[in-house]
């Protein structure tokens, strides 16, 4: 009950009124009943004051009936208890009991009083009535020459000669119940009061708490995400004061919130599109992180990864060593990693994140197979050019030797290696100019004049030109290009190229009695972006091997068969980058001893089939 700030400021709120309210009718009844037994006194004293004067006689004269006579009548008169005592204590007169078995009177404190001071007043239980009464005496004195009597023990000095004592008792009944009453009434009064101060007190604890109610409202909505919400602040007291203060803590949160979600989803993009892997383990080693480069490096995904030990995310033996060396060393550490199933080559570095809470490892993971493919390509390059350049240049070292050891004095020998020479110089500056053309086509400087051309336009002048020698090497060479083929978009001279040179290459690679055909068919492009040409070129020859296949656009690359039939190995590679130029395509399939097949790709000129 207590958890609640409407129960905190109404509990102390009408205990305080509950307790004020007990208080003042305590005090109140205090008071009261102090007041009417100072009244009660006064009138009893003035009662016996005036029965005094009427005993003195009797009293002097210790007239036992007399007095007893004259305690009754006084006592019907007044309705008081009247008792006459003389001053030695023995009681001459008694209006409610008899006098004959009562004590001697002289040391009650209400005598005693009287006789020494002339009055005096006590309140006591009677046995006699069964009751609280007040008893006020007076002493009763007669005119006499003598000032002084002696008393017993008791001395007392006056203008007179005391002569006994009056006192007249009355019950404290009707002052109780008066003050009962007064203590009710006062207490129904502060009933009332505390039932009006706790409608009150809840009124201004429900004024007071709905704001907070709605704050709380406010602000677990915000914990779910509706960081719009805001307080009206009607008021200028604390609470309007809480309200504005928080709305402006709210504006503040949604500002920041808005920053961190925009740089976190930043981060994200960043994260998603980098081309190396991140990952974030614990100090326990859990991945805590991991972007979509890691995931497809390691053959797994996020959802698999995240809350998973680092080693049953990465399973290379590398890896782990490499984050268990960075988390004893604190170091960063960095391992190259072969995977020889998917022919991957990563490079991973570990690094600490020097963090006040925690021990977090960031491992970045690269990978750098492509890299390796290209070193691997530049070896190969510089292998297979050293080679076609070796073989001319040792031919021509062997003519100028030969000539010099005295074949130029001999004419037909002369003329002999004279002409070899100059095939030897031909195919350098044939393997000069290809080199050259390729730099320059890679490079972009070489401008491609692309319109819309017919296909056979393309097609019929290298068929034409190559048709003399597939027949001389036995060969048949068709056409099996459909009529109604669309325009496409190309430079005619650069295609014509592509396909002479495809062409001379299945001519040369394939033995007598084969055959090479031509074709073209229209496809539809992925995405919905349109048609495409597919031109293809297909012989029955050697075939390449699956091992070379992936290779055979690279410069200088020539398959084992390929080196006994000559040529620069560089015409693949020009016919790849021209048809890249024209965003098409360019692939081979083949089978080994069967054939191959290479195609390349031209956009369609127009929508229009």
């Known amino acids: 009950m207590f958890t609640s700030i409407r129960w905190r400021i109404v509990f102390p709120y009408t205990l305080i009124i509950l307790a004020t309210t007990l208080g003042l009718t305590s005090y109140i009844s ?19 004051r005036l029965m005094s004067h009427a005993i003195v006689d009797p009293l002097a004269a210790a007239d036992v009936a007399t007095l007893d006579a004259q305690a009754k009548q006084w006592s019907m008169a007044s309705g008081d208890r009247v008792t006459i005592v003389g001053i030695e204590g023995t009681v001459l007169g008694e209006s409610h009991a008899d006098r004959e078995t009562m004590d001697n009177h002289l040391y009650r404190d209400e005598i005693w009083q009287a006789v020494r001071k002339g009055q005096g007043m006590a309140i006591r239980f009677s046995r006699t009535l069964d009751a609280d009464l007040m008893y006020v005496a007076v002493l009763v004195s007669r005119e006499a020459v003598s000032t002084r009597a002696i008393t017993g023990a008791a001395t007392y000095s006056g203008v007179g000669q005391p002569v006994g004592v009056v006192r007249v008792a009355l019950p404290l009944d009707e002052i109780e119940a008066n003050i009962s009453r007064l203590s009710r009434n006062i207490m129904v009064a502060g009933l009332v009061t505390v039932l009006l101060a706790i409608g009150v007190a809840f009124y201004i604890a429900s004024r007071t708490v709905r704001p907070v109610r709605e704050l709380i409202k406010v602000v677990e909505d915000m914990a779910e995400g509706n960081m719009r919400l805001r307080f009206l602040a009607t008021t200028r007291d604390e609470i309007g004061q809480l309200m504005r203060a928080f709305n402006h803590m709210a504006d503040q949160l949604r500002e920041k919130v808005t920053t961190l979600a925009r740089e976190r989803s930043r981060l994200s993009a960043v994260l998603r599109n980098m081309a190396d892997g991140v990952i974030i383990t614990s100090d326990l080693g859990e991945v805590i992180l991991i972007n979509h480069a890691a ?159 017919p296909v056979d336009a393309l097609m019929n002048r290298p068929f034409e030109r190559l048709l003399p020698q597939a027949e001389r090497a036995g060969l048949t060479l068709s056409n099996s290009m459909p009529d109604d083929l669309p325009l496409v978009l190309a430079d005619g001279v650069r295609i014509q190229q592509v396909v002479a040179n495809l062409l001379h290459n299945a001519i040369k690679f394939t033995p007598p009695g084969g055959a090479v055909t031509v074709f073209a068919k229209v496809e539809e492009m992925q995405a919905g972006e349109g048609a495409e040409v597919i031109i293809g070129v297909t012989d029955t020859g050697v075939g390449i091997s699956a091992g070379d296949l992936p290779r055979i656009f690279e410069r200088f690359y020539k398959a084992d068969r390929a080196r006994s039939g000559g040529g620069t190995g560089l015409g693949l590679a020009i016919a790849k980058h021209i048809i890249q130029g024209h965003n098409g395509r360019i692939w081979a399939e083949s089978i080994e001893g069967v054939g191959s097949t290479f195609y390349f790709s031209l956009p369609v000129a127009s929508s229009e089939l």
């Not at 004893?328 to 006040?356: C, I, N, R, S, Y």
């Open 295 to 453: 995931t497809r490096m390691l053959r797994t995904d996020e959802d698999h990864a995240v809350g998973r030990s680092f080693a049953q995310v990465v399973y290379k033996h590398q890896l782990i060593e490499l984050w268990n060396r960075c988390q004893q060393t604190g170091k960063e550490q960095t391992v190259t990693v072969e995977t020889g199933m998917e022919g991957l080559f990563l490079q991973a570095v570990a690094t600490p994140l020097h963090d006040p809470v925690s021990s977090r490892m960031l491992i970045i993971i690269r990978d750098l197979t492509q890299v390796r493919r290209l070193e691997t390509v530049r070896r190969d390059f510089i292998s297979n050019i050293s080679h076609e350049l070796r073989t001319p240049l040792a031919s021509l070292a062997l003519v100028v030797e030969t000539l010099k050891d005295g074949a130029v004095d001999e004419p037909e020998i002369a003329r002999h290696f004279l002409t070899h020479m100059e095939t030897e110089l031909s195919a350098l500056t044939q393997m000069v100019e290809e080199l050259l053309e390729l730099s320059r086509i890679e490079s972009g400087r070489v401008p491609l004049d692309i319109h819309a051309v």
């Open 30 to 48: 205090h008071q009261v009943r102090n007041a009417r037994q100072a009244d009660l006194e006064t009138r009893l004293l003035a009662e016996a």
